[in-house]
């Protein structure tokens, strides 16, 4: 979770947290609250262990109102990015060591003409979902901005072996990257089992196959 986000929201968030670039929000589940914490603890120490030189900071929730207030932190990323007069989302799949990378790399390209990246994901299916937000203040327009992101972004992602959708499926400005994340035999099989289940093409018609 992106660190940006704690100084943009536009309300106040419910709790103080030193200045970092990223956050992790980690929730866990046992037979007992006293189980719950345990797991969570064992965690950290393990953190500790592997990290020796890292400086670990953070809070744990003491209540199921606290826990609450920590979750709107996540919760007002999207909020957070939607104040933003103009802005671009993306919702990728990329290994985690190279989430940092994609977002220097884009921060370099857009922050000259006045944009920022906004950054919050899932460690766990490696879900990054990449946002660049800039107003009025800008020195370029919507079509220029683009302009230095696509095809940037997409190339990046499959270079790498990622995904450039990763939980909100390809919709109408993806459809033109297929070839390039699928194989020919793929996209067969795709239409093949879109025609079995929908042989008068009227579910979503044309929309990606």
Known sequence: MDGLVLSLSPSPLPIDVNAADDYLLIETHGTTPEAAEHSLSSFLVACESALPNAPLDGIMASSSSSMNEIWSIRESCGPT????????????????????????????????????????GHLSDRNVHLNVVWDDTATIGSNEMSALLDPFVYEFVIR??????????????????????????EIAMMKAIKKQFDPNNIMNPDKLL
């Open 81 to 120: 990015v939607n104040t933003f007069k103009h802005k671009y989302k993306y919702d990728l799949c990329l290994p985690l060591h190279l989430w940092e990378d994609l977002k220097t790399l884009v921060q370099r390209r857009v922050q000259p003409s006045g944009g920022t990246v906004v950054t919050w």
């Open 160 to 185: 790498q072996g990622g995904s450039i959708s990763a939980e909100h499926g390809i919709g109408i400005e993806k459809k033109r990257w297929m070839p390039s994340i699928k194989t020919g035999e």
